[in-house]
């Protein structure tokens, strides 16, 4: 068997008894990478030096970083050319929180975490190492394709509106988004920052936990985030779930999701009860108004998050210019791409003089009504089950160019970061034609503990990862 195969806490047992080293680690790692980044184009930019890193620092795990997370040691760009040649002059709380880490490169999104196939990103696309025709999902397109191929033994991604669950979904692998405030935005480059959260792609649910404990915590450069005691989560897990109660909100069992997806859900929720849980269905009707409220709220606040790129504080600047204006119109038009141009204009227009009470308003009341309805539902359950993603991974190309079809990708996963809950995406079986379905498990505020210990219970009992392996299908 090959390093690479292996999940981080089985190289951690193998480092501690000093079977091997961070050196045959990165080796491993860096063979691989050679083998398969040209099917599989996950990395933006792949670390430099990495042999003499390991020298210095012997016990240390390698850890691939979506680059909206800002790395002094390395490029962020964003995947945009906006930020093609940016270098952060300083890291991100979480890369100061992984410090046991050799950062082997920077993966690759969608310009700016706007998207759902990883296709808008300005460099290249991420093709699924299931089947390369497919997109690995999106944002964190990079993250969860780097993760299944095994270019990367762990990631970080970030979860706006299911950036993280559903490509974590697409690519069958683990993908956590915490509950808002578990983790510090402080160097994520902010899209929508009342939704933003940075969290762990993995391959298995005991990785999760261990990647949580070094990311999760307060953190004063962050003022959104929350004072919690610090915890190992990688405690709470076990295989014990009797008599936990679980909610299947039928809003995510109607229109629109794949009937082969649907079925494979509901036999997750099947065998959770033979393991001793309470099942039974419920309902969340703002849930309907969900995917127009987070696009309105998303965007509005990129218009106002993305107007630091004026061409003179940061990155790209265009060259030729007669005036200031000039200066800041040329700048965007030739800096961002299409989808955040859209965002841009999607979200100045939502917050007008004119529109704010009728849009970006209501949204808020909105997300008002979705919250409450999640705190009333977890009165009655413990978690939710859903589906991760209406669908499996789509082929290349097929929704591109339409938005809309675009924005429904994410249908089952934005109420999550609209109530500011955590959630996480579990690989529970292959479709027919051999694509990863994933499932969600959504809790109430800083429950993560029980999400982990429930994803694991499943894990232990359904073991896809020793059943099933990307095939890198052409
Ligand atoms: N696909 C969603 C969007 O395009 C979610 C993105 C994200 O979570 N970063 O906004």
């Not at 089985?10 to 080796?27: M, Q, V, Y």
């Not at 995947?79 to 709380?93: G, I, Q, R």
């Not at 429950?447 to 994803?455: D, H, I, Q, R, S």
Request: aromatic fraction near 10%.
């Amino acid at each position: 068997m090959e390093l690479y195969e292996l999940t981080v806490h089985e190289l951690n047992e193998k480092l501690e008894k000093k079977e091997i080293t961070s050196i045959d680690i990165i080796e491993n790692y860096l063979k691989r990478i050679e083998e398969k980044e040209k099917d599989v184009q996950a990395f933006v930019t792949i670390g430099e030096k990495l042999i003499e890193k390991a020298k210095q620092n012997p016990k240390a795990i390698p850890i691939g970083i979506k680059d909206n997370i800002c790395t002094k040691e390395m490029k962020t760009t964003c995947s945009s050319k906006m930020l093609e040649n940016f270098v952060s002059p300083y890291n991100a709380t979480v890369i100061e929180k992984i410090e046991n880490s050799l950062i082997l490169g920077k993966l690759n999104m969608d310009e700016f975490a706007m998207g759902a196939s990883t296709e808008y990103s300005a460099f290249h696309k991420t093709y699924n190492p299931w089947n390369i025709n497919k997109v690995p999902g999106g944002s964190s397109g990079g993250s969860a394709a780097a993760v299944a191929a095994n270019m990367v033994p762990w990631a970080l991604g970030s979860d706006t509106g299911g950036s993280i669950r559903q490509p974590a979904s697409f690519c069958g692998v683990v993908g956590l988004k915490p509950t808002y405030g578990l983790v510090s935005r402080y160097g994520l480059v902010a899209f929508a920052s009342s939704l933003d959260q940075i969290g762990p792609i993995t391959k298995d649910v005991t990785d999760c936990a261990l990647l949580l404990n070094y990311i999760a915590g307060y953190d004063p450069k962050d003022s959104t985030s929350v004072k919690t005691d610090k915890k190992d989560y990688t405690k709470a897990l076990s295989n014990n779930i009797k008599g936990l109660k679980i909610g299947l909100p039928k809003e995510y069992y109607g229109e629109g999701i794949n009937p082969e997806v649907k079925e494979a859900i509901l036999r997750v929720a099947k065998q959770y009860e033979q393991m001793g849980a309470i099942i039974e269905e419920c309902s969340i009707s703002a849930n309907n108004n969900a995917l127009a409220t987070y696009y309105i709220i998303a965007c509005a606040e990129a218009s106002s998050n993305l107007g630091r790129f004026d061409g003179i504080r940061y990155g790209y600047q265009a060259k030729k210019y007669n005036s200031i204006k000039e200066l800041y119109r040329k700048t965007k038009k030739e800096g961002f791409g299409p989808e955040a141009k859209r965002r841009i204009i999607l979200g100045t227009y939502v917050l007008s003089s004119g529109y704010y009470d009728a849009y970006y308003k209501k949204a808020q009341k909105v997300r008002t009504l979705v919250k409450q309805e999640f705190k009333k539902l977890f009165t009655k359950y413990d978690v939710l089950l859903t589906p991760t993603s209406p669908t499996v991974a789509f082929d290349i190309g097929t929704r591109s160019k339409n938005p809309l079809e675009m924005y429904l990708a994410d249908i089952c996963t934005v109420s999550v970061n609209i109530a500011g809950l955590p959630a996480i995406s579990i690989p529970c079986n292959l479709d027919k034609t051999g694509m990863p379905i994933g499932f969600q498990l959504i809790g109430n505020h800083f429950t993560e503990e029980l999400l982990l210990k429930t994803a694991y219970a499943y894990e232990q009992e359904e073991k896809f990862r020793e059943k099933h392996k990307p095939e890198f299908k052409k």
